[in-house]
């Protein structure tokens, strides 16, 4: 079966950095998008940043300069670098993979928690 696991979520001063890691598992991954969205209390979903199998990368206006998302097929596994964290980055933060065809097929992994607060 396929699963993604998020980890690197905390607590981080308002400043700080922190390093998110999605390891997938159940499938090759090489022709998916890979990336993560994320979820503040009463708000919806959005995007943050993906990459894609040829590595065209995409970051909301909210991130750019400050979060880097990187892939390492060999393992799988889809990285996002947080620098400069700011109290309105405080989310759950979620990997996603969806396949890049005209078959909809998509997976969520259970998320983890970022707090930003002084």
């Known amino acids: 079966q396929v699963q993604l696991v998020e980890s690197g979520g905390g607590l981080v001063q308002p400043g700080g950095s922190l390093r998110l890691s999605c390891a997938t598992s159940?499938?090759?991954?090489?022709?998916?998008?890979m990336g993560w969205f994320r979820q503040a209390p009463g708000k919806q979903r959005e995007l943050v940043a993906t990459?894609?199998?040829?590595?065209?990368?995409t970051y909301a206006d909210s991130v750019k300069g400050r979060f880097t998302i990187s892939r390492d097929n060999a393992k799988n596994t889809v990285y996002l670098q947080m620098n400069s964290l700011k109290p309105e980055d405080t989310a759950v933060y979620y990997c996603?993979?969806?396949?890049?065809?005209?078959?909809?097929?998509?997976?969520w992994g259970q998320g983890t928690q970022v707090t930003v607060s002084s």
């Open positions: 996603n993979v969806k396949r890049e065809s005209w078959i909809l097929t998509e997976y």
């Open positions: 159940g499938r090759t991954f090489s022709n998916y998008r």
């Open positions: 990459v894609t199998s040829g590595g065209t990368i």
